[in-house]
C-alpha cells in the first residue's frame, strides 16, 4: 500500500495521490493538518504544485501565476477585480492587493479548480531552471521534436476521423470545457439565450462552471429527454446550450445522443459532448456534436503526469465555426507536449486492452454474491444508446463503479490496489469518488438527500482498469470480498 500523500506514480509532475483510507479520504477533504501535512503532491486543480508556489513565492507577495495572460485576464473577469498584473514573464501573475478578503481568495481558488488554468508544473519547473533555483529538470520520456502538439494533433485527428484544423489542444480538459462555455456565453447572451442545460450528473467541475458562470442551468436526467422536448417546445429560444458526458462521471451512463442532436438541430442549440470515459477509441459522437471535449490527462496519457485536453469541432452546422471563431486561444506548455506525444502514440493499443480487461471484471463484479450496484456502459438503460455511437470495433471503456453490500470503508482500507483521484491510468486506481468530488453532500443530510435523488450512492467506489492482468485485480477484490 502506497504511504498517504504519496505521488501516484512516484514522479515530480504526477497528477494523483495516494489516499489508501478512508480515514486519508475524510481528512484530505477536511483539509486536517495531519494529513495535509502528508501531501507531497495531488490533482493540480486541487492541490497546488510546490514549484508553482516557489515561482509564486519568488514573485513577491500574495502572487497568482496561471497558464498565460489570457488566463489571467480571464481571471479578472470572473472574479469582478482589477488585480495588478506582472508583465515580463512567459506565463500570466497577477498580484493579490493587501488586505485581500477570504472571499476573494477563495473565488480565485474556484476559479483556478474548475478551469484548469492553473500554471503548469513543468513551465514553473523550467522557471525555477533558469532562475538557478534548480540545478535542472527531472528527465522524463518524451518525443524530441520542435513541434511535439502536431505529433498530438495527428494522432487525434485519425482517432476522430477529422481534419487536424477542426482539433485545438488547452492545458486541461476543464479549461478545454471553460473555452467553450466561455465562448458560447458569448455568442449567445447577445441573443438573449442565457440557459443552459444539463443532461444527467455530470463532473463535479463541469457542473461548476455552470452553477457558478452560467446566468441560469437547468438538470435533464439523463433518460428524461421526454421532458427534455416539452421544456425545449416552449422554452427552446432562451436555451444557450445543451451539454452531456458518454460516459457521465460516476454513474457511466449514456444519454440517447442521436435523439439529443436531432433536438438541438431542430430549435437551433449548440450540443457539446464529453467523451474522456469511453475515448475516441470507443465512440464516435462528432457527427451528432457541435463540439467534442476529451481530457488527455486520462486514457489519452494513461500515465497520470501530464495535464492537457482537446477540443474536436463538428462539422454539422454552422455552431463550430462561430464557437472556434470566439474560443479562447491558450495552449498547452510545450514541455507536456513533448511528455504526451511519446505517451499517446500507444492509446489506441492501452484502450483496448483496457476495454478486454474492464468487460472480463465487469462480469466479475455482476456475479459477485457481495456486489449490490454495477455501472457501467452496458448496464440497463444506457446500452442502447452507447450501441448506437459505438465506434465499430469499439469497446466499452475501461471505468466500472460498484456498490457493495457493505460499508466502502471495510473494503476501500484493505484493498490491495493504488488507491487516489483521477482514471484512465495504465496502472488500476480505486477512488471513493463521492467523498472526493462531494464531500459537500455527502457530509451533510440534505446532501445525501439531493445525492439519492440522483442516484448517485456514496458508497460507490470507481475504478479505472489498468493494464495489470484480470487475475491480479480480480485477487485484490477477492482478498477483501471472500
Known sequence: MVQCGKRIPDREHAVSVSLPTMRDVVGYEKQQPTVMRSICSGYPRFVCHWMVRKVQALLGHRVVAVRDPVAA??????????????????FGALRLPD????????????????????????????????????????????????????????????????????????????SAFYAIFDAIETIQYQHGRWEWLQIGWLYLDTSAILNRYAKETRVFGIHALDALEAYLREHHR?????????????LLQTADIVRLSQLCRTYDIPFVIDISMPTPVN??????????????????????????????????????AEIQSC??????????????????QDYTSRMQRINTTAELLTSYFRDHPHVQQVFGAKQ???FAAYERVRQKDGGYGGVI????????????????????????????LCMPYVYLAHYDLVSTKDGRAQLRRHGVDPELLRISVGLEPVEEIMAAFDAVLL
Open 401 to 428: 463503479s460498484v456498490v457493495f453490500d457493505r460499508p466502502l470503508e471495510d473494503i476501500y482500507d484493505h484493498l490491495g490496489l493504488l488507491k487516489g483521484p483521477s482514471f484512465g491510468t495504465v496502472f488500476t
Open 99 to 174: 488586505g485581500c478578503s477570504a472571499m476573494l481568495e477563495q473565488t480565485i481558488r474556484y476559479f483556478l479548480q474548475h478551469t484548469g488554468l492553473q500554471l503548469s508544473s513543468r513551465a514553473a519547473e523550467d522557471f525555477l531552471v533558469q532562475h538557478g533555483i534548480l540545478a535542472h529538470a527531472e528527465p522524463e520520456s518524451c518525443v524530441h521534436r520542435e513541434e511535439p502538439e502536431k505529433v498530438v494533433l495527428a494522432y487525434l485527428a485519425r482517432l476522430y476521423h477529422a481534419e487536424e484544423q477542426q482539433l485545438t489542444l488547452f492545458p486541461s480538459g476543464m
Open 380 to 382: 440497463k438503460g444506457s
Open 283 to 320: 465512440v464516435d459522437v462528432l457527427p451528432y456534436a457541435d463540439v467534442v471535449i476529451e481530457s488527455l490527462t486520462k486514457f489519452a496519457s494513461g500515465h497520470a503526469d501530464v495535464m492537457a485536453g482537446a477540443v474536436v469541432m463538428g462539422t454539422g452546422s454552422h455552431w463550430p
Open 73 to 90: 485576464e480571464h481571471l479578472q473577469r470572473r472574479t469582478g477585480h482589477a488585480l495588478e498584473s506582472i508583465g515580463g514573464l512567459p
Open 238 to 250: 432562451q436555451v444557450a446550450c445543451i451539454t452531456t458526458e458518454i460516459l457521465t462521471n460516476p
Open 327 to 344: 474560443m479562447m486561444k491558450c495552449k498547452p506548455y510545450a514541455r507536456d507536449m513533448h511528455v504526451l506525444a511519446h505517451h499517446i
